[in-house]
DNA sequence: AGCATCATTCAGACTATTCTCAGGAAACCT
DNA sequence: AGGTTTCCTGAGAATAGTCTGAATGATGCT
């Protein structure tokens, strides 16, 4: 993956900076901008590879907002942001086209995993694959399936999530407060403690179809998923 | 299939917008114009391999169109597009020479399965089998017909529609809306839990004949049609 | 007209999941 | 070792997601 361009569309400037920071972060090219307007000629001006577009924007909407840029041909994909509570009415056609929807609060990891998983149906860059290999563990993000020495393990959402992060971060070690921003909702408010919760989830089904324990404890620090042998 | 020329003919912009983007999608080279006068030009210039006519357009009806483009020595097939009050007599004749019609609203899924339809018949290009074959399960386009274990299986039209859905993308989890947004009718504005019903139908009628169950849900995401080899 | 099939909604049963909490275990320090 | 901190994990309550049957109206067929 490389340079791929993101433009970002939020009225809320706490979004704004949210998904701004952690996208240029996660590798991406960040343009971000605070209505219809401005996405219309950031569109046109930056040639994103994948707009993020608040659906409800102070301005037009963020369907207006697609229909001229695809208009000006700008084909890049969209992924809509919307409130949890105008879902049911208002996505109708939001998934076609390669185009995807989440709502509102999002985890960060999700969105990224989000972005890359358009990428990958849209190529229109160079993206990773849809298959996650750490050496004894294999997620299949295209079925949300993880394969433990071959063998499927069950896992709810969250504990897929979590386990997602902590693979794609392999041999360093993530702080309790990195995890919950990043796997948890951004308006999560509850404890640290459910980190430690989920990563004795995890180990609970992991740990019996490994050689060695999976996830590592750094006391005082946080935890540590090490791949098995060569690190790449 | 490859490089597939359609031209889309229809003075909604919403309608072209839908058209345009989940046909650019599916692999189609996709040109819209919203007129009659402007059909006729692309049809020259551009040699479709299909034409999707709306019979509705400001200028001049699609017949005339057709007619138009039929003297100029351009037989691509049509496929048009008519509302569903639109009387019998003027949609008769309507499939003559390869030539098929839709009626609006149409679902996505349904209108691409046509579009394949017509290019199998017609063979103006490199198209894949009218049967579909996953394992226990195959469909057959032609007949509507699916089969299972060899045994033929009936199902409603709905879901019919569903399962091919779910069958041409195999080991992808498809969310609901994904799945409304595909294989229900493009105005549809009810719940999503009509997608959990026809899966419940499609299981009672499946399950039996399978040696397992086919398609599994996962949790908090969506559904997903598993093939039976593994999932490497 | 009468019957059959189909599409859609809805509510209740059911199950998985999320999250908190608290006691005990392990690691770290002096 | 003893005390302190941090971590692990089982239990339980609340919640969210899913499945299914039944009711309703629409549509189509004979």
Redesign the interface.
């Known amino acids: 993956m490389q340079n791929v361009k993101v433009l970002i569309v939020d009225d809320e400037p706490n979004i704004r900076d949210l998904l701004s920071t952690s996208l240029r972060f996660a590798g991406f090219s960040v343009h971000a901008v605070k209505n219809g307007a401005e996405a219309v000629y950031a569109a046109e001006k930056g040639e994103p590879d994948i707009i993020l577009l608040d659906v409800m924007l102070p301005d037009m909407n963020g369907f207006s907002v697609t229909?001229k840029i695809?208009s000006m041909g700008i084909?890049a994909p969209v992924l809509f942001l919307t409130a949890r509570d105008e879902t049911?009415?208002k996505?109708?056609?939001?998934?076609?086209?390669?185009?995807d929807?989440m709502t509102k609060p999002f985890s960060l990891d999700e969105i990224i995993a989000r972005i890359h998983a358009i990428l990958r149906r849209?190529k229109t860059a160079e993206v990773e694959e849809s298959v996650i290999d750490a050496g004894e563990i294999k997620i299949?993000q295209?079925?949300?399936?993880v394969?433990v020495n071959?063998e499927?393990v069950d896992l709810?959402?969250t504990e897929y999530k979590l386990l997602r992060f902590l693979i794609s971060n392999p041999n360093r070690v993530l702080t309790k407060a990195q995890i919950l921003d990043h796997v948890w909702e951004y308006d999560f408010n509850g404890e640290m403690g459910i980190v430690e919760s989920y990563v004795s989830y995890l180990r609970k089904k992991l740990d019996p179809m490994t050689a060695e324990p999976v996830i590592t404890t750094k006391r005082g620090v946080g935890y540590m998923y090490k791949t098995a042998k060569n690190g790449k």
């Open positions: 229909k695809r084909n049911e009415d996505i109708t056609g939001l998934t076609v086209g390669g185009d929807y849209t299949n295209d079925a949300h399936e394969f071959g499927l709810s959402p």
